[in-house]
Each structure stands twice: as C-alpha cells, then as structure tokens.
Nanobody, 116 residues
Framework: QVQLVESGGGLVQPGGSLRLSCATS????????MGWYRQAPGKQRELVAQ???????NYADSVKGRFTISRDNAKNTVYLQMNSLKAEDTAVYYC??????????WGQGTQVTVSS
C-alpha cells in the first residue's frame, strides 16, 4: 500500500520557520521526482519546489531564497524547510511523487497558516 504522509504544518507568525516532512512507503522512493505543492483557498494548486532523483531542484519564484527542499533516500522522506514565512504562504501543502512530469501519487496535505 502506497502512502505519502505529510507532517510539520501549523500556525506560525510572519517571519517564522517551519519544516515539513513527507514520509513515504510502498514506492521505490529513490526513483521518483519528489515535490511540494500548495493550494490556498480559492486558488489553484501550484508547484512550490521539487527535487529529481539526481538532486536537481526547481522552485517557484515566490519561494526562492526562502524555502529549501531536500530528500533522504535512506528514510524515504522528503522535506521542505520554510523560512521567512509570509501571510501569502498560507495554504495546504501537498507532497507529490512523480515519474518525469507525470504525477503518480499525492499526500493528504498539511495546513500551513502564517498569521500574527
């Protein structure tokens, strides 16, 4: 059974930091491009960051310099370190596993709320 389980979301003040984790099971983790997407109320889901099997990364312009994606193939886990958080980062964050450009699996999402 395939599982992608996000954790680490919560309420944080502007300027604060959070670290999201996505623990996977049931997939050949090292073979997948792993990504983080987010969806704010009333908006479409958008790519935040992704990392290929080889370690290449891609970030949305809005998070460059503030967010860092990483992966631990030994733990089958992908992370998203989020620093200098802004109110506009408020969204549900989803973990994604893809083969090339094709999404294969989604996690259930974790809420991130940036508010004072």
């Amino acid at each position: 059974q395939v599982q992608l389980v996000e954790s680490g979301g919560g309420l944080v003040q502007p300027g604060g930091s959070l670290r999201l984790s996505c623990a996977t099971s049931g997939i050949a983790f090292s073979s997948y491009t792993m990504g983080w997407y987010r969806q704010a109320p009333g908006k479409q889901r958008e790519l935040v960051a992704q990392m290929t099997q080889g370690g290449s990364t891609n970030y949305a312009d809005s998070v460059k310099g503030r967010f860092t994606i990483s992966r631990d193939n030994a733990k089958n886990t992908v992370y998203l370190q989020m620093n200098s958080l802004k109110a506009e980062d408020t969204a549900v964050y989803y973990c994604n596993a893809a083969l090339g450009s094709i999404t294969v699996y989604w996690g259930q999402g974790t809420q991130v709320t940036v508010s004072s």
